[in-house]
């Protein structure tokens, strides 16, 4: 069974940086996608960034030019760098994969929290 573990979580003053960690294990032959996603208190879960085995990434509009995502294929490890942290940006981050073509799988969230 796949599983993803999330770290890096936590509380940082707005305008602050935090970085995100995913690893997965288990019996993993491939990893497609990989990417960040958010959910604030009272909304809907939201993508915030991809990226491909390739290294093709993807954001949201909301977190272009603040976060970067990146991944380390030999260590199975998504990371998402966030800079200039806004009290918006309060939320549970959950990690994503797509794996051995038709399988995906959710991290059980990191809380991120940013004070004002």
């Known amino acids: 069974q796949v599983q993803l573990v999330e770290s890096g979580g936590g509380l940082v003053q707005a305008g602050g940086s935090l970085r995100l960690s995913c690893a997965a294990s288990?019996?993993?032959?491939?990893?497609?996608?990989m990417g960040w996603y958010r959910q604030a208190p009272g909304k809907q879960r939201e993508l915030v960034a991809t990226?491909?085995?390739?290294?093709?990434?993807n954001y949201a509009d909301s977190v272009k030019g603040r976060f970067t995502i990146s991944r380390d294929n030999a260590k199975n490890t998504v990371y998402l760098q966030m800079g200039s942290l806004e009290s918006e940006d309060t939320a549970v981050y959950y990690c994503?994969?797509?794996?051995?073509?038709?399988?995906?799988?959710w991290g059980q969230g990191t809380l991120v929290t940013v004070s004002s």
């Open positions: 994503h994969a797509n794996y051995n073509r038709f399988a995906e799988v």
């Open positions: 288990g019996i993993i032959f491939s990893i497609n996608a």
């Open positions: 990226i491909t085995s390739g290294g093709s990434t």
